[in-house]
């Protein structure tokens, strides 16, 4: 899932240039309220799309579009809500877990908050389960689990008497086996985005598992002394639990960290400034507001803002979609906020690079943002 996810979804953040048609349908388990909204969604993309392109070429980029309209079963096999990327290159059909507004976007880029928000808030981990002799291995999210591995020492040696001689060394090579391709699998997950990995078990397996991992963030699960696969469900539950808290603090660390950042003239709230930080890299971490839209167009060399009352043309984008994509580019790190978090019903928020912010900023132009939001 790990790599899977972000394999997928890479691509869509750093997508620029051409046409990008970008759709979220709200499943609420009735397939025609699915193909009445994706219809809406085509009827929306016709019009921004005639006045620039011709019928040919307009009929060939909704193809694959048109074909879910035509057959609804694609849809139907979906979980969740659902997300359809389309430019002139790739087709792609996402169920997304967590909730969404219905949306249909034409764009030079794909609208990708929604997509932010999945990844900062459906995070992703490893179960660990410790018995003597076996290991169980799982991945999962705060919505979905799988079994990776379950591994058992050889045959025969289960009923070995517990003080004879080198009667642990069995389950000794077992551990080492599983430990060490578990440091190998962690090990080729990109550190940002390597799950945190919880062992449950009894205390001296933990220990001798604690001991030989060399990669990844691992915790021992509280409230479990030892594991039983008919607690599992409530081991999942506790772990989902704790990282929704994370994410939290996460978010309420990243605002205290603007605070502080402040004090020392490394941040900024003006949209001026934060485009042409964002197009020089100059933003460690971008906070957006959720629920919010301010059409216009980010130019991608000089980050000048021309900034739109409403959506008026298929170039016109979600401007905190384009700064987070600008951010994404350089390596920054990027959270979505509910709106009323912000302060001053702000749309954004910059905490600047001190090694590349010290030449000065730009003067602020004082834009009354109340007449862009959507």
Request: glycine letters at 6%; one cysteine or more.
């Amino acid at each position: 899932m790990i790599t899977e996810r972000r394999s997928i979804l890479e691509p869509l953040f750093s997508s620029q240039e051409g046409l990008h048609l970008s759709i979220y349908l709200v499943n609420r388990g009735d397939p025609n309220d699915v193909k009445s909204q994706l219809r809406r969604a085509v009827n929306h993309a016709r019009e921004c799309l005639e006045p620039v392109q011709s019928e040919d070429a307009l009929e060939k980029f909704l193809k694959p579009v048109l074909g879910l309209l035509a057959d609804a079963r694609v849809l139907q096999d979906v979980k969740g809500h659902i997300g359809i990327f389309r430019n002139e290159n790739s087709f792609r059909i996402l169920s997304i877990p967590i909730e969404v507004d219905f949306l249909c976007s034409v764009a030079t880029t794909f609208h990708i908050k929604p997509l932010l928000r999945w990844l900062q808030m459906d995070r992703e981990f490893l179960l660990l389960g410790l018995e003597p002799g076996v290991f169980h291995l799982y991945q999962g999210s705060q919505h979905a689990l799988r079994r990776l591995e379950i591994r058992r020492r050889p045959h025969g040696m289960d009923h070995e008497a517990p003080g004879a001689t080198g009667s642990h060394r069995p389950h000794r090579e077992l551990m080492q086996e599983v430990m060490d391709w578990l440091n190998e699998w962690l090990n080729r997950v990109p550190s940002e985005v390597r799950p945190k990995l919880y062992v449950v078990g009894e205390s001296t397996l933990c220990a001798a598992a604690f001991k030989r991992l060399r990669v990844g963030r691992a915790v021992r699960l509280a409230h479990y002394a030892s594991f039983h696969q008919t607690k599992l469900a409530d081991m999942c539950q506790d772990i989902r639990r704790a990282l929704k808290k994370e994410a939290r603090q996460e978010l309420e660390r990243a605002f205290i960290e603007y605070r502080c950042a402040a004090e020392m003239n490394l941040t900024t709230s003006n949209m001026d400034q934060i485009a042409q930080a964002a197009i020089q890299g100059q933003v460690r971490k971008l906070i957006i507001a959720d629920g919010l839209h301010i059409f216009g167009k980010l130019h991608p060399e000089t980050g000048r803002l021309t900034l739109h009352p409403r959506d008026m043309d298929h170039e016109d984008d979600d401007i905190l979609d384009d700064l987070a994509q600008a951010v994404l580019a350089h390596g920054g790190n990027v959270l979505v906020a509910s709106r009323h978090q912000l302060p001053q019903g702000r749309p954004a928020l910059a905490i600047l690079d001190h090694e590349r912010a010290a030449a000065a900023m730009p003067t602020p132009v004082n834009v009354p943002f109340a007449a862009y939001i959507g």
